[in-house]
């Protein structure tokens, strides 16, 4: 399958620090990438689809000017964390998809990120 | 209502045990349904599809019954190593990707 990476893997910041997650598609063109969120014991839930070259489209309750989302190239989009907060903590994980009929998403390794 | 709902569980059975996981959905629109494997603090992987007749990959059978808006998802010869969360996972298309909060499976020697 295909592969995409995610970086940090980990990150920890002070309340009110701004946090850039960087998810790139290592071997194919990712026209659309998403972001998801996970709390503990809970599901993914989408936070946002990106497409290549446009804004980005933000699912109901998602803050997009918290959530900073640019995709500025086929192979990378970043997700920024403005103004970090401690309920921000959370397990972030982009995705890639398109590539196979079934609508196959391909995961990155996710970023766990703790707001002290 | 959630639109996915699973049994979180946990299922707790022996290596060598049949178990069957079950899946409900709300949505009538969805068009494509997945179970999805994610270890602990890892980012889910796909298992397996799911197709309306019903499939099939070694141990792992899964079936979807659209009348009922039912998916399950059957493990055979249970594993030490299939120990994980099994997220039921639905698309109505257009990449609306809906994720059950998973199903946890500990399988022990």
């Known amino acids: 399958g295909a592969v995409v990476s995610q970086h940090p893997s980990w990150v920890i910041c002070k309340s009110g620090t701004s946090v850039k997650i960087e998810c790139r598609s290592l071997?194919?063109?990712?026209?659309?990438m998403f972001w998801y969120r996970q709390f503990p014991k809970q599901s993914l839930m989408l936070m946002a689809t990106?497409?290549?070259?446009?804004?980005?489209?933000?699912e109901q309750g998602v803050e997009k000017d918290k959530f900073l989302i640019n995709h500025a190239s086929l192979t990378l989009s970043t997700l920024t964390v403005t103004s970090a907060h401690p309920e921000d903590s959370s397990f972030y994980i982009c995705?890639?998809?398109?590539?196979?009929?079934?609508?196959?998403?391909?995961f990155g390794p996710g970023t766990r990120l703790t707001v002290l | 209502r959630k639109e996915v709902e699973q049994d979180p569980g946990p299922f707790n059975v022996p290596e060598g045990a049949t178990v069957a996981f079950n899946c409900t959905y709300s949505?009538?629109?969805?068009?494509?349904f997945f179970w999805y494997r994610q270890d602990c603090r890892k980012e889910p992987k796909l298992l397996m599809s799911?197709?309306?007749s019903g499939n099939e990959d070694g141990r792992f059978t899964a079936q979807l019954n659209r009348a009922s808006q039912y998916i399950s998802l059957l493990i055979r010869d249970s594993k030490l190593s299939d120990s994980a969360t099994y997220l039921c996972?639905?698309?109505?298309?257009?990449?609306?990707?809906?994720f059950g909060a998973g199903t946890r499976l500990f399988v022990k020697a």
């Open positions: 995705s890639a998809g398109g590539l196979a009929d079934y609508n196959e998403q391909f």
């Open positions: 071997d194919f063109q990712a026209t659309t």
């Open positions: 990106s497409n290549e070259g446009s804004k980005a489209t933000y």
């Open positions: 949505n009538s629109a969805s068009q494509s």
């Open positions: 799911v197709y309306s």
């Open positions: 996972v639905t698309d109505t298309g257009g990449f609306k990707t809906i």
